[in-house]
């Protein structure tokens, strides 16, 4: 994930200071292999300059389930939740998921209970009939301490428990940090996988931010399997400048092995929910990036 991006979900974070649960009308072409959508940052650009015109182009395009990166000051894309939701509607789409960063002002630690601005925002991702509400982020300020950690994991499970009473769950993204940092000479990634309850509790599998820590997605599904219901689709090559040493590319062109990771979290990882996500383009349109991805995950069977 790039410096850019980052920047992004902080700001974002600032300003809002199962199968057998969906629809046969969330599976793609593919035979039962599971729900294939796009994250909306893949066209961040398009989408901030004219969210309804891409919206159209990528139901064209052939998407009908999207993840959302843009939700500020009860607004997704500008929208309220009731208007994006009819816009959605409209064009044929559906929103499974979305990233909202949860920050530590989220929390009332007095109050042992969340600000009105997190409960607003499960309240509005019901409104689009989210099934996921995943935080793509976690302040460094979070994980200090190996108390710190496991006390975050704690209200990462209580909300769960907040999204269990609108019928969905609360997920967490990972970054790379996650695999290079340890606390008590564990990796983050371990203490948040032994610490979050997986009934209340989703890990959103990144398979390509993890490679510039040295983590490999096939090793990490191996070690839990059952594990990452819901993932995000990419594939990396050397990236040609910024801090990290990998960047995203089409499906199937870099070093990841993305069929072969995708093919065993299906199998192995209970993965139902594929979300594509490309952030670099190597000179091409960011649309053409993403139309070309639907149609390699189609060719690959899903």
């Not at 090793?219 to 219901?229: A, L, S």
Request: hydrophobic share 35%; with cysteine; aromatic share 10%.
């Amino acid at each position: 994930m790039s410096t850019s991006r980052r920047t992004f979900l902080k700001a974002s974070a600032m300003a809002v200071v199962g199968t057998a649960l969906l629809p046969k009308s969330v599976f793609a072409a593919g035979i039962n292999k599971g729900m294939i959508g796009l994250q909306l940052y893949s066209v961040r650009t398009d989408m901030l300059r004219d969210p309804l015109a891409s919206l159209t182009q990528l139901s064209k395009i052939g998407y009908i389930h999207l993840e959302h990166a843009n939700y500020i000051n009860r607004k997704f894309y500008g929208y309220s939740a009731l208007e994006f939701k009819k816009v959605l509607d409209g064009l044929g789409l559906k929103m499974p998921s979305g990233h909202t960063v949860m920050a530590k002002q989220h929390w009332d630690d007095e109050k042992k209970d969340f600000s009105d601005s997190w409960k607003y925002t499960i309240e509005d991702a019901a409104t689009l009939e989210q099934k996921y509400v995943i935080s793509p982020s976690m302040d460094s300020s979070m994980y200090k301490t190996y108390d710190d950690m496991k006390r975050y994991m704690d209200i990462f499970n209580k909300c769960g428990e907040l999204c269990k009473k609108s019928g969905m769950k609360f997920g967490y993204h990972n970054h790379d940090f996650e695999f290079r940092q340890k606390l008590n000479d564990e990796l983050l990634f371990d203490i948040i996988m032994k610490s979050i309850d997986p009934s209340l509790v989703a890990l959103q599998l990144d398979i390509g931010n993890m490679y510039n820590a040295g983590a490999i997605a096939m090793d990490i599904v191996n070690k839990y399997p059952g594990r990452f219901e819901i993932i995000h689709v990419k594939d990396e090559i050397q990236a040609t400048g910024g801090n990290d040493k990998f960047e995203s590319c089409i499906l199937g062109e870099g070093v990841i092995r993305t069929k072969d990771v995708v093919d065993l979290a299906q199998k192995l990882g209970g993965t139902t929910c594929f979300i594509i996500e490309q952030e670099s383009y190597q000179g091409k349109t960011p649309m053409d990036c993403v139309k070309e991805d639907l149609e390699i995950m189609k060719k690959w069977g899903y």
